[in-house]
T-cell receptor
Framework: NAGVTQTPKFRVLKTGQSMTLLCAQDMNHEYMYWYRQDPGMGLRLIHYSVGEGTTAKGEVPDGYNVSRLKKQNFLLGLESAAPSQTSVYFC???????????FGQGTRLTVV | AQRVTQPEKLLSVFKGAPVELKCNYSYSGSPELFWYVQYSRQRLQLLLRHISRESIKGFTADLNKGETSFHLKKPFAQEEDSAMYYCALGGGGATNKLIFGTGTLLAVQP
């Protein structure tokens, strides 16, 4: 039972480059989320999805885009990376009627 | 506005000492509160949720609606408790979102 899996685990980007982070869950959860974790800031919600084909902005959405074409996958895209996007990114999922979140192992992204 | 406040960034205690990690929340309704733990470079995992009222790894947390608090306590800290602890508030509604505090790093010294 894999739970929530994120790809890749680590990445270094140059300013202006683009990339996509993949989150996959095998628990048939309806809701999926992308958070970023920064020292002293806790976890801040970037974007989330309440179901296949739907996405919505969270607390810090600027500079990111997302897609949820399949229920089990939630993609986070950076079109033009900036050093301010250096962070650890966590994906999470929950099921309907239960706020308990299951997290991926995180993606450590450095933008130079 | 929904908000979670963890006033301490770092809490350092000696092994065997009592631990209390503070969490206060702001929510206009019936809150659903959680404590998540993150060991070094690992994923966040659920430690406690208030509705279960259970003790996990010796930790307990009681919801105090009058003081809008959900403090995490353990009578005798162990070195393996060293980790980052996040208090989280279930916002409910159609989004199932969790709102996290800024976290408290617990360091248990030998």
């Amino acid at each position: 039972n894999a739970g929530v899996t994120q790809t890749p685990k680590f990445r270094v980007l140059k300013t202006g480059q683009s990339m996509t982070l993949l989150c996959a869950q095998d628990m048939n959860h309806e809701y999926m989320y992308w958070y970023r974790q920064d020292p002293g800031m806790g976890l801040r919600l970037i974007h989330y999805s309440v179901g296949e084909g739907t996405t919505a902005k969270g607390e810090v959405p600027d500079g990111y885009n997302v897609s949820r074409l399949k229920k089990q996958n939630f993609l986070l895209g950076l079109e033009s990376a900036a050093p301010s996007q250096t962070s650890v990114y966590f994906c999470a999922s929950t099921k309907t009627g239960n706020t308990e979140a299951f997290f991926g192992q995180g993606t450590r992204l450095t933008v130079v | 506005a929904q908000r979670v406040t963890q006033p301490e960034k770092l809490l350092s205690v000696f092994k065997g000492a009592p631990v209390e990690l503070k969490c206060n929340y702001s929510y206009s309704g019936s809150p659903e509160l959680f404590w998540y733990v993150q060991y070094s470079r690992q994923r966040l995992q659920l430690l406690l949720r208030h509705i279960s009222r259970e003790s996990i790894k010796g930790f307990t947390a009681d919801l105090n609606k009058g003081e809008t608090s959900f403090h995490l306590k353990k009578p005798f800290a162990q070195e393996e408790d060293s980790a980052m602890y996040y208090c989280a508030l279930g916002g409910g509604g159609a989004t199932n979102k969790l709102i996290f505090g800024t976290g408290t790093l617990l360091a248990v010294q030998p």
